[in-house]
């Protein structure tokens, strides 16, 4: 559900009109901007014209026009470069790098009818008990053709030659959130430590979404994966770390500690995390079976750093009007910083 657009909320709706009618040539009369809820990262907003066309825009957080985790142009470019991959991506139709029009770079992209399942509550209402074994299983072909794509193909020539992804990620997370914490979590801290000590070697190297689960698709209304959503961390790198993440994400029933408030796939009838990873291999056909364990722990302490760095911005108020207050996500990000260290001692 869409949230109406203020004048604090990111979108100067005449600038971004008259933007739209000279660089979107499908646009037809007055623009209607609402805010998409449920993104943590960037701003996402619903635009439809008067001929009911939409499409969706994608901008950083309120005072992150220059941050490079949120920079919307190079997430554009790479939708670009898989645009003609067997991996489902929305359409990009327009950039725009000029600030005066709304505070910051913005994107364009066509908007994908479907479904985005963010909670149980998404899942009943979308998908049949039959169909959430057919969604889990497009989602992990999805991924694993995502893992076909050789980065030398479209444009990615440099980084597929380098080794170290997990290394530069643990750098990356950490010194952003060294840069912008207001507080000490030593879970955190001792999780980084012992996974920058134990990095395992990388074997390949492929294009990596980094924000890889159910919620950051849209669903069709067939039940199939209509395209994958939220690129704004994709690089070059390990392939199990995506496979990690989404594991991770992948809430059972049963789990005492979720990445999510609210997972979507807490409900019955959709696989296991086993099956999940049985799937990926049957589509990928690794040479060895690979040891998971370290991406678990790798990705419940990323997670538990960008929960962190939503709480923070939450807090400076830099997300706008949100559904959560900041202090439910320093909660959770106290609970997601105990599980990565918890599984970071099994190593």
């Given at each position: 559900m869409s949230a109406p657009i203020s004048n604090d909320d990111g979108i100067r709706e005449p600038a971004v009109t008259a933007w739209f009618?000279?660089?979107?040539?499908?646009?037809?009369?007055?623009?209607?901007?609402?805010?998409?809820p449920g993104g943590r990262s960037n701003?996402?907003?619903?635009?439809?014209?008067?001929?009911g066309t939409?499409?969706?825009?994608?901008?950083?957080p309120l005072g992150m026009a220059h941050s490079a985790s949120h920079n919307v142009l190079r997430e554009a470019a790479v939708l670009g470069r898989l645009r003609d991959t067997p991996v489902p991506v929305p359409v990009v139709v327009g950039t725009c790098g000029d600030e005066s029009v709304t505070g910051a770079p913005f994107f364009v992209m066509d908007h994908i009818d479907?479904?985005?399942?963010?909670?149980?509550e998404a899942v009943r209402a979308a998908l049949r008990v039959e169909q959430r074994g057919e969604v889990a299983r497009s989602l992990v072909r999805a991924l694993a053709d995502l893992h076909t794509v050789d980065p030398r193909e479209v444009g990615w020539g440099a980084l597929a030659e380098r080794d170290d992804y997990l290394a530069r990620q643990l750098r990356r997370w950490n010194t952003q959130w060294e840069k912008d914490r207001i507080r000490d979590?030593?879970?955190?801290?001792?999780?980084?430590?012992?996974?920058?000590?134990?990095?395992?070697p990388q074997t390949v190297s492929r294009v990596v979404h980094g924000d890889f689960r159910l919620d950051n698709c849209i669903v069709t209304g067939d039940a199939r994966l209509g395209g994958i959503l939220d690129w704004e961390l994709a690089t070059v790198g390990d392939?199990?770390?995506d496979l990690g993440q989404l594991l991770v994400y992948w809430a059972q029933p049963d789990d005492e500690v979720c990445a999510l408030e609210n997972p979507p796939t807490r409900v019955d009838s959709f696989p296991t995390r086993d099956e999940l990873v049985a799937l990926y291999l049957e589509?990928?056909?690794?040479?060895?079976v690979p040891d998971?364990?370290?991406?678990?722990?790798?990705?419940?302490?990323?997670?538990?750093?960008?929960?962190?760095?939503?709480?923070t911005r939450t807090l400076s108020g830099a997300m706008g009007d949100t559904d959560r207050t900041a202090e439910s996500f320093g909660e959770q990000a106290k609970r997601l910083a105990a599980q990565a260290w918890h599984i970071a001692q099994r190593l």
């Open positions: 009618r000279e660089h979107v040539p499908a646009t037809h009369g007055s623009l209607r901007f609402e805010r998409i701003l996402t907003y619903s635009v439809t014209d008067e001929n939409r499409w969706v825009l994608r901008r950083p479907g479904h985005v399942l963010r909670d149980p979590l030593d879970d955190l801290r001792r999780a980084h430590d012992r996974l920058l000590d134990r990095i395992p392939p199990l770390a589509f990928t056909r690794p040479e060895d998971i364990d370290y991406y678990l722990a790798f990705n419940w302490w990323k997670i538990a750093c960008i929960v962190e760095g939503v709480y």
